[in-house]
């Protein structure tokens, strides 16, 4: 009986660690470093494609949503719904991404900024709007 219950929870350990497959075209927003007195505010959004197959992950050095503090990157989003990017200039890699859809609507992303705002990334947690 033992046995059956351990194999039973092995069985189930992997399927909580799974990432899940997003909802097409949703758009999905969180922010990094919100109130914070030693990093600036970056909000953060990741637009889904019709297709679920890509998405635009964007984000912005500070409060002021604006086109020139705007850094963006299309990912492809694997069938198992993790995803990745990596933003460069020549052979300078500026800034990373790389994150998981937990369900339809929601994700967790950790953003690796290197060359560009602040320097200081972290992990976010992205949910559907």
């Known amino acids: 009986m033992l046995a ?8 189930a350990l992997p399927m909580l660690a ?8 949703l758009l999905l927003k969180g922010a990094l470093h919100y109130g914070s007195l030693t990093a600036l505010e ?3 959004s990741l637009k889904v ?5 890509t998405a635009r992950f964007s984000w912005w050095c500070g409060r002021q ?6 850094n963006l990157i299309t990912v492809a989003i694997k069938p198992d719904g993790t995803f990745a990017g990596t933003s460069n200039v020549g052979s300078l890699t500026v800034w990373t991404v790389k994150g998981r859809f937990l369900t339809a609507t929601s994700a967790r992303a950790s953003l690796r900024i290197i060359a560009t705002c602040d320097a200081k990334g972290g ?4 949910k559907g709007s």
Do not use: E, F, Y
């Open 4 to 11: 059956a219950v351990v194999a039973v929870a092995m069985l």
């Open 18 to 25: 799974s990432a899940a497959v997003p909802k097409k075209s």
């Open 42 to 44: 970056k909000p953060i």
């Open 49 to 53: 494609a019709p297709n679920g197959k």
């Open 65 to 70: 949503q604006t086109i020139t503090n705007r």
């Open 123 to 126: 992990l976010v947690n992205l």
